[in-house]
């Protein structure tokens, strides 16, 4: 035979008295929540950016999508797909073709 498992390091075995100890006494790590698409786009507004100067921008693009915006704007690409979702769901845009993992807008005259 092998011989049995191998011998846990110090730290191992401190991390797992620790959480040990921790189940006892009822205290559980904290989790974190996802923050909501409001929370993340603190008022639906792209930072630094006037909402009139956003619409005068869209209509110059020719086909609108995430990355288009998250480049133009530096802002991180979950953030305009929120964004453009709001949009369309508003009806300031119209989705013109896209899957789950691309979208493709132009704005709506």
Excluded: C, H
């Excluded at 013109?96 to 709506?108: D, E, P």
């Amino acid at each position: 035979m092998m011989g049995g498992s191998k011998k846990k390091s110090l730290s191992k075995m401190d991390k797992q008295q620790k959480s040990q100890a921790q189940k006892r006494s009822g205290k559980q790590k904290k989790i974190s929540r996802r923050k909501t698409i409001d929370e993340t786009m603190k008022g639906n507004n792209i930072p630094n950016v006037p909402t009139k100067d956003l619409s005068n921008e869209l209509k110059k693009m020719k086909a609108i999508t995430p990355y288009a915006l998250a480049m133009k704007y530096s802002i991180k690409l979950s953030l305009a797909k929120a964004w453009l979702n709001l949009l369309n769901q508003k009806g300031t845009i119209q989705k013109i073709a896209g899957n789950s993992s691309l979208k493709i807008y132009k704005f709506r005259e």
